[in-house]
Structures are given as structure tokens and as C-alpha cells.
């Protein structure tokens, strides 16, 4: 069974600039999680989706960050513009289940590495 | 949320079992117990989770205190690969990620 992809692997840009990641699930997971981490710390949920529809979007800086599921398969996460306090790895990850069971086991990529200069 | 208090880290001796504790005296009754682990490079993975029962799978076994306030994770026979950090989660909902213990397995 093929896992979570990502892409891309690294990503290096200024401060200012966009940035878009990709993820596609697991095929037939409904939910998808993108998840922020920051060197030395725990992923932080950014957005969950259910389908193609937001469960919770709470920790998401709208204001630069945006999120897209348009066909309930695989999605996008953007920044614009970035900041120094972007850099992180961008984490996707996926559930089979949905509603109050989805979080109970979450398969996860290996991440995209944001580098902001 | 019930909060989770791990150590920064720990040492495990190849071949040897790897007991990983947890304490989480908060915790409310619907709350579950979540391991998961994440090895260099690579996002988490899931390992086990558990209500009261102790649970055990091909990966490890959970043990829970009869009271719950902590738990015990189970790596019986460590191995190099097993180098990670190991994060406990306490949660009704949405996993939220502590800053885990960094288990170091050496040979």
C-alpha cells in the first residue's frame, strides 16, 4: 500500500515570497491533516479536511496561510508571503476514518522542509 | 486536555526492553492514550493507543495504571531502528504533539 506523498522534499525561499506544498493521501482516506514543525518541537495541527470540506482550520494564520482539498483527494498548502518564522517541516497526514473516529490513527509523510532566508 | 509529562530523554541498551513512561494525572474518563514515534527525517507513526486495558500489538504493548494517571510504553526487544522520539498523547479529539522523549538505542 502506498503512503502519504509529499512534495516537494526541501524548499528554499526568501522571506516574502509564496510557496505552495502537495500532498496526496493514502487512496480512500477521507480525512487529511497538514501539521507544522518546528525544529525541536511536536507537529502543531495547521487544518483538517473531511472530504473536501474544512473540520478545523483554528491554528491556521489565515492571513498568509491557505489550504485546499478541491476534490476531496489530494491538497494544497500555501504560504503568502512567508516569514522568517515559516521555516519548519510541513507535515501531511491521513486518516481512513472520519468524525470522531478519524483521529484515532493518522498515517503521516515524510514532509516538506521549509527554509525561509 | 490532559496534559502529559515525559522525559527529554532516555537510553536502551540493544536487545533490551525499552519502557518509555508517561504520566498524565489529569486525564478524564473518555480520554484515550496515544503513542506514536517519530524517527529521524521521517513524520510520525502511529504505534498504539489504549482506553484502560493494557493493549498489545506487533509494534509494543501499552500499560495503563488501574487509576490511569500513567502509562508505560513497551519496546520489548529494542533495536537501532527503534531510535526516535516517542510522543504520549492524551486527547478526546484532535492529537496534539508534546515534545516526546528522544530514545536512544545503543549497541
Known amino acids: 500500500e502506498a503512503g502519504v506523498a509529499q512534495s516537494p522534499r526541501y524548499k528554499i525561499i526568501e522571506k516574502r515570497q509564496s510557496v505552495a506544498f502537495w500532498c496526496n493521501p493514502i487512496?480512500?482516506?477521507?480525512?487529511l491533516y497538514w501539521y507544522q514543525q518546528i525544529l525541536g518541537q511536536g507537529p502543531k495541527l495547521l487544518i483538517q479536511?473531511?472530504?473536501?470540506?474544512?473540520?478545523?482550520d483554528s491554528q491556521l494564520p489565515k492571513d498568509r496561510f491557505s489550504a485546499e482539498r478541491l476534490k476531496g483527494v489530494d491538497s494544497t498548502l500555501k504560504i503568502q508571503p512567508a516569514k522568517l518564522e515559516d521555516s519548519a517541516v510541513y507535515l501531511c497526514?491521513?486518516?481512513?476514518?472520519?468524525?470522531?473516529?478519524?483521529?484515532?490513527?493518522?498515517?503521516f509523510g515524510s514532509g516538506t522542509q521549509l527554509s525561509v532566508l | 486536555d490532559a496534559k502529559t509529562t515525559q522525559p527529554p530523554s532516555m537510553d536502551c541498551a540493544e536487545g533490551r526492553a525499552a519502557n518509555l513512561p508517561c504520566n498524565h494525572s489529569t486525564i478524564s474518563g473518555n480520554e484515550y492514550v496515544y503513542w506514536y514515534r517519530q524517527i529521524h527525517s521521517q513524520g510520525p507513526q502511529y504505534i498504539i493507543h489504549?482506553?484502560?486495558n493494557n493493549e498489545t500489538n506487533e509494534m509494543a504493548s501499552l500499560i495503563i495504571t488501574e487509576d490511569r494517571k500513567s502509562s508505560t510504553l513497551i519496546l520489548p526487544h529494542a533495536t537501532l531502528r527503534d531510535t526516535a522520539v516517542y510522543y504520549c498523547?492524551?486527547?478526546?479529539?484532535?492529537?496534539?504533539f508534546g515534545a516526546g522523549t528522544i530514545l536512544r538505542v545503543k549497541s
Open positions: 497526514a491521513s486518516s481512513p476514518h472520519t468524525g470522531a473516529m478519524a483521529n484515532e490513527k493518522l498515517f
Open positions: 489504549g482506553l484502560k
Open positions: 498523547i492524551v486527547r478526546v479529539g484532535k492529537l496534539v
Open positions: 479536511f473531511q472530504n473536501n470540506g474544512v473540520v478545523d
Open positions: 487512496s480512500g482516506h477521507a480525512t
